[in-house]
């Protein structure tokens, strides 16, 4: 595809954005904090180390069953900071607006924020809002950025990922994409599904406490399991084994897929952690996991190789072997 | 999801592929899937692990969005620059690489582009924008073509007179009848499409046996369907007989679905249209029948830029089984599902794609 023009793919989650933002972003403002392109930077500010980052917040519809746009942005940005390894503390809230948006559902997005706040256990703190011309934005736009302070010799383990180490999954993927686009698509099917959006400080933080040698965390949002596993192993001397039947997957969201053509792997979560644990500490942090209501469903599903270097493989329900990779730009239905 | 748990048994399925590997065939035996929903799942569930190696699958014509010729990109791009038309269609279609674009490349530089999940959706969409003039692009086979079929007649009846069909729509016995002659396929037994054949029956595809003595299984999409249709085209070429068998017969019978074929004879006629990698094939294809002209996108006058391929791609011989998607040349290099120069790396069905995004070893 030629490069004139912005596309819809420059901002999927898949291998084109991968691309467009380090080459664009990533070499413009260089520096070693950016750089990892992890879920948010780690910084040290006189001694203390903090975790920073950023994430603005476009959804059709702005309410979707399991919560809004509002409830989206704070866990979003509280998910980022807690995968890192740090406690999320403050966020701040930019609001665009476009005139003419209907009051009652601004007041019913900010009371969810509020809510989920109070659940995240965190404080927004700054803000702005600005309202721009009708047709210049689709409705509202909300960017939130925050800090998390990274507790001094607890967090992720520093030991480099190796063959052995497990892979493991807080609980069944794909609900938010799916819940978003069946209510976008108005498509009915016979059960609602819900997005699982929620902020996963909380089980995060019990988890670092409880086990060392968890070694790395992603929140698997868009792009999906795919898009964080690849990332995991990309230009590693390691790769990845998943097993395709431990991979959780609900029943109904198994199905629409089966419809559309879709790799449950492939779809967005908002509140599911992906995590790579010493091999021996994997029972214990599947326990603790089990003991949050978040965590219910956590699963080993699969374990980091030494072959297979930089890909991800998966041994499908059936015995083989393929590989899985990033979802190509938008998930498009197949035809027939 | 019962049924789809049985077919996904693991035991199930290695018991018969150890029966494929008891069929004695000393041999190495080139069987084609020719629907592209058959490649994804083969590739998809990684089926090529559990046959023995004398066992060779070849993809072959049967993705709709792959056998899509650039000409009728180019004409939907020329479409989707026109103030007032929207562009319907479904979903892989947008990305792949016209002439000089594709529509998802229109669709950033601002024309109105949209997915639909069913050409249905299109028609109601059309009928609460009757500003616009909507053209649904029609891509597929039989199973595509009659739900086209009842469409195009609600839209009649209803008189929707903003809602346009641009029909590529295909007929899949006279494509294997070419492939068949083409000299460079070489093929031992096909895996036949199940939905397809939902629709016309199975008699059809009787002359493959009787002209061509290659042996015919329909094949359901689940890997045990799958695995138990290789296994009966294994018999057969082991007790070298030749016949359509029907492997899908929870879904498929014999004669087909008469309602569907008269809609789609009531509402379509043959013609002859371009295949991609085939070239023209003679009443492969079904047009808006003349009675129905109005609401045949073909006659919206627009300026279509002269079709060209892109250098290098060998989509053509990929269709046709000729060429592993890996011996192409840009396979990996310039061609990925990101940077198609073809279709074959763009719609989900396409064999390029699925080696691409699922064979576990390292491309390009
Ligand atoms: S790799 Fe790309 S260019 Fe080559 S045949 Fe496949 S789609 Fe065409």
Known sequence: MADRVVTLNHGAGGETMRRFITKLFVEKFANPALNTLADAALIEIEKSRLAFTTDSYIVKPIEFPGGDIGKLAVCGTVNDLAVMGARPLHLSVGFIIEEGFDLSMLERIVHSMSEATRAANVEIVTGDTKVVPRGECDGLFINTSGVGACPLGKGLSSAPIGEGDAILVSGTIGEHGMAILTAREGLKFQTRIESDCAALGGLIESVLNECDGVKWMRDATRGGLAAVLSELVESQPFGALIEEQAVPVRDDVRTVCELLGFDPMHLANEGKVVMVVRGDQRQRALEVLHANDLGRQAVLIGRITGDGKGIVRVRTEVGGIRRLQRPAGELLPRIC | ?364
Not at chain 2, 69 to 86: E, G, I, K, Y
Not at chain 2, 120 to 143: N, S
Not at chain 2, 150 to 173: C, E, G, H, I, Y
């Open chain 2, 1 to 364: 999801m019962k049924v789809l748990t049985a077919l996904r048994n693991a035991d199930a399925v290695r018991h018969v592929a150890r029966e494929i590997a008891e069929v004695k065939l000393d041999r190495t035996v080139r069987l084609m899937e020719v629907c592209g929903g058959h490649t994804a799942a083969i590739y998809r569930f990684a089926l090529r692990d559990l046959l023995p190696e004398w066992v060779e699958l070849v993809s072959g014509p049967g993705c709709p969005v792959c056998v899509t010729a650039n000409d009728f990109v180019d004409r939907s791009v020329a479409l989707a620059r026109q103030p007032n038309v929207t562009i319907a269609t479904f979903g892989d279609l947008i990305r792949v690489p016209g002439s000089s674009r594709s529509l998802a490349e229109v669709r950033a530089e601002g024309g109105d582009v949209r997915v639909f999940y069913s050409s249905a959706d299109a028609l109601d969409w059309a009928i609460q924008h009757p500003e616009r003039i909507v053209v649904f692009l029609g891509i597929g086979f039989e199973t595509t073509a009659c739900t086209l079929a009842a469409t195009l007649k609600s839209a009649v009846q209803d008189n929707a007179r903003n809602f346009r069909l641009l029909s590529s729509l295909k007929t899949m016995p006279p494509a294997l009848s070419a492939l068949f002659s083409a000299p460079d396929v070489k093929v031992d037994g096909l895996i036949l499409p199940g939905h397809v054949t939902t629709v016309i029956g199975t008699a059809c595809y009787e002359f493959i046996p009787s002209e061509f003595n290659i042996p015919c299984v329909v094949s359901g999409f689940e890997p045990l369907d799958l695995m138990e249709t290789i296994l009966k085209l294994c018999q057969q070429l082991a007790e070298a007989r030749a016949s359509v068998e029907n492997q899908y017969r929870r879904v498929v019978h014999a004669e087909g679905n008469p309602q569907a074929q008269v809609l789609m004879d009531e509402m379509f006629e043959p013609a002859d249209v371009p295949w991609r990698g085939f070239g023209v094939i003679p009443g492969s294809g079904l047009a808006i029948r003349r009675e129905f002209a109005d609401w045949d996108a073909e006659r919206i006058p627009v300026e279509v830029e002269p079709t060209r391929e892109h250098a290098g791609c060998r989509c053509g011989e990929v269709l046709r089984g000729a060429l592993h998607p890996t011996e192409c040349p840009l396979f990996g290099k310039s061609c990925t599902p990101d940077t198609p120069r073809g279709a074959c790396m763009v719609s989900a069905e396409g064999a390029c794609a699925a080696v691409y995004h699922f064979s576990p070893v390292e491309h390009g």
